[in-house]
Protein backbone atom coordinates (compact mmCIF):
# COMPACT_ATOMS: atom_id res chain seq x y z
CA UNK A 1 0.00 0.00 0.00
CA UNK A 2 1.22 3.58 -0.68
CA UNK A 3 1.80 6.30 1.36
CA UNK A 4 -0.68 9.38 1.05
CA UNK A 5 1.80 11.68 1.87
CA UNK A 6 2.02 14.36 -0.80
CA UNK A 7 5.48 15.14 -0.62
CA UNK A 8 5.91 10.75 -1.37
CA UNK A 9 4.23 10.94 -4.84
CA UNK A 10 5.74 14.10 -6.11
CA UNK A 11 2.33 16.57 -5.74
CA UNK A 12 2.67 19.90 -4.49
CA UNK A 13 0.82 19.87 -1.35
CA UNK A 14 -1.49 23.34 -0.48
CA UNK A 15 1.25 26.03 0.65
CA UNK A 16 -1.22 27.41 3.13
CA UNK A 17 -2.17 24.06 4.45
CA UNK A 18 1.60 23.51 4.78
CA UNK A 19 1.53 27.00 7.11
CA UNK A 20 0.94 26.57 10.29
CA UNK A 21 0.36 30.11 12.14
CA UNK A 22 1.29 30.99 15.98
CA UNK A 23 -1.49 32.16 18.20
CA UNK A 24 -0.61 35.47 19.88
CA UNK A 25 0.20 33.54 23.18
CA UNK A 26 2.49 31.09 21.16
CA UNK A 27 4.31 34.51 19.55
CA UNK A 28 4.67 35.49 23.20
CA UNK A 29 6.10 32.67 24.30
CA UNK A 30 8.65 32.56 21.10
CA UNK A 31 9.11 36.06 22.11
CA UNK A 32 10.10 35.43 25.30
CA UNK A 33 12.71 33.27 24.63
CA UNK A 34 14.28 35.42 22.09
CA UNK A 35 14.58 38.20 24.00
CA UNK A 36 15.98 35.65 26.99
CA UNK A 37 18.45 34.83 24.26
CA UNK A 38 19.01 38.05 22.88
CA UNK A 39 20.12 39.43 26.54
CA UNK A 40 22.26 37.15 27.06
CA UNK A 41 23.98 37.72 23.73
CA UNK A 42 24.18 41.77 24.62
CA UNK A 43 25.60 40.75 27.77
CA UNK A 44 28.10 38.54 26.27
CA UNK A 45 28.87 40.71 23.29
CA UNK A 46 28.47 43.85 24.89
CA UNK A 47 29.39 43.28 28.36
CA UNK A 48 25.96 45.14 29.41
CA UNK A 49 24.68 43.47 32.44
CA UNK A 50 21.41 41.95 32.33
CA UNK A 51 19.29 44.50 34.53
CA UNK A 52 20.51 46.97 33.18
CA UNK A 53 19.28 46.14 29.37
CA UNK A 54 15.79 44.27 30.77
CA UNK A 55 14.51 47.46 30.91
CA UNK A 56 15.15 48.49 26.79
CA UNK A 57 14.50 44.07 26.24
CA UNK A 58 10.96 44.66 27.74
CA UNK A 59 10.05 47.55 25.74
CA UNK A 60 11.57 45.91 22.70
CA UNK A 61 9.03 43.04 23.66
CA UNK A 62 6.08 45.40 24.15
CA UNK A 63 6.16 46.89 21.14
CA UNK A 64 6.49 43.93 19.24
CA UNK A 65 3.55 42.58 20.86
CA UNK A 66 1.65 45.61 20.04
CA UNK A 67 2.53 45.13 16.48
CA UNK A 68 1.23 41.64 16.19
CA UNK A 69 -1.92 42.60 18.25
CA UNK A 70 -2.64 44.71 15.44
CA UNK A 71 -2.11 42.47 12.96
CA UNK A 72 -4.56 40.17 14.16
CA UNK A 73 -7.38 43.08 14.86
CA UNK A 74 -7.19 45.38 12.10
CA UNK A 75 -10.06 45.00 10.00
CA UNK A 76 -7.45 45.46 6.85
CA UNK A 77 -4.43 42.80 6.53
CA UNK A 78 -0.60 44.59 6.53
CA UNK A 79 2.16 41.99 7.55
CA UNK A 80 3.37 42.18 11.06
CA UNK A 81 6.38 43.49 10.53
CA UNK A 82 4.81 46.54 9.02
CA UNK A 83 2.82 46.96 11.93
CA UNK A 84 5.47 46.18 14.28
CA UNK A 85 7.85 49.11 12.43
CA UNK A 86 4.44 51.38 12.59
CA UNK A 87 4.56 51.16 16.49
CA UNK A 88 7.95 51.33 17.23
CA UNK A 89 8.44 54.41 15.02
CA UNK A 90 5.57 56.03 16.52
CA UNK A 91 6.53 55.37 20.07
CA UNK A 92 9.68 56.60 19.40
CA UNK A 93 8.98 59.43 17.69
CA UNK A 94 10.29 63.29 19.74
CA UNK A 95 6.72 64.27 19.69
CA UNK A 96 5.80 61.25 21.44
CA UNK A 97 5.72 61.89 25.29
CA UNK A 98 8.29 59.62 26.74
CA UNK A 99 9.88 59.06 23.97
CA UNK A 100 13.34 60.17 25.25
CA UNK A 101 12.92 57.64 28.23
CA UNK A 102 12.22 54.88 25.85
CA UNK A 103 15.39 55.75 23.60
CA UNK A 104 16.90 56.17 27.07
CA UNK A 105 16.84 52.08 28.00
CA UNK A 106 17.09 51.17 24.29
CA UNK A 107 20.36 52.48 24.31
CA UNK A 108 21.42 49.59 26.21
CA UNK A 109 20.40 46.90 23.56
CA UNK A 110 23.07 46.46 20.76
CA UNK A 111 21.12 45.37 17.46
CA UNK A 112 23.93 43.05 16.55
CA UNK A 113 22.93 41.14 19.51
CA UNK A 114 19.20 40.84 18.53
CA UNK A 115 20.28 39.69 15.44
CA UNK A 116 21.73 36.12 16.31
CA UNK A 117 18.44 34.84 17.33
CA UNK A 118 16.37 36.29 14.85
CA UNK A 119 18.62 34.67 12.17
CA UNK A 120 18.03 31.67 14.05
CA UNK A 121 14.29 31.70 14.36
CA UNK A 122 14.20 32.59 10.48
CA UNK A 123 16.61 29.83 9.66
CA UNK A 124 14.04 27.65 11.58
CA UNK A 125 11.02 28.87 9.98
CA UNK A 126 12.03 27.44 6.39
CA UNK A 127 9.03 25.57 5.34
CA UNK A 128 9.32 22.83 3.29
CA UNK A 129 7.97 24.26 0.31
CA UNK A 130 11.35 27.30 0.31
CA UNK A 131 13.65 24.00 0.46
CA UNK A 132 11.70 22.71 -2.96
CA UNK A 133 11.61 25.77 -3.99
CA UNK A 134 15.65 25.79 -3.57
CA UNK A 135 16.31 22.44 -4.55
CA UNK A 136 14.12 23.75 -8.27
CA UNK A 137 16.32 26.72 -8.55
CA UNK A 138 19.60 24.64 -8.69
CA UNK A 139 22.86 26.30 -9.14
CA UNK A 140 21.06 29.36 -10.61
CA UNK A 141 19.71 30.97 -7.54
CA UNK A 142 23.35 30.58 -5.82
CA UNK A 143 25.33 32.65 -8.68
CA UNK A 144 22.39 35.02 -8.28
CA UNK A 145 22.98 35.06 -4.65
CA UNK A 146 26.71 35.49 -4.79
CA UNK A 147 26.43 38.33 -7.53
CA UNK A 148 24.09 40.24 -4.83
CA UNK A 149 26.07 39.63 -1.63
CA UNK A 150 29.17 40.69 -3.97
CA UNK A 151 27.24 43.68 -5.55
CA UNK A 152 25.71 44.99 -1.91
CA UNK A 153 29.62 44.23 -0.20
CA UNK A 154 31.55 46.14 -2.89
CA UNK A 155 28.35 48.67 -3.20
CA UNK A 156 28.73 49.80 0.53
CA UNK A 157 32.56 49.97 0.13
CA UNK A 158 32.73 52.17 -2.35
CA UNK A 159 29.77 54.60 -0.68
CA UNK A 160 31.50 54.27 2.88
CA UNK A 161 35.10 55.16 0.79
CA UNK A 162 33.58 58.31 -0.95
CA UNK A 163 31.49 59.34 2.25
CA UNK A 164 33.72 58.96 5.17
Sequence with gaps: MSSMNPSSTGAVADPAAQEQKLSLAEHAVVLVIVCAIALIANWAGQGTALLTALPGMLIIYAIVMAGLLLTKVMPFYLPSVAWVSLVSMAVTLPVTPGSEWLLGHLKAINFLSMVTPVLA??????????????????IKIVLVSLLVFAGTYLGSAVIAQLML
Design 121 to 138: YAGLAISRQEVSIFKASG
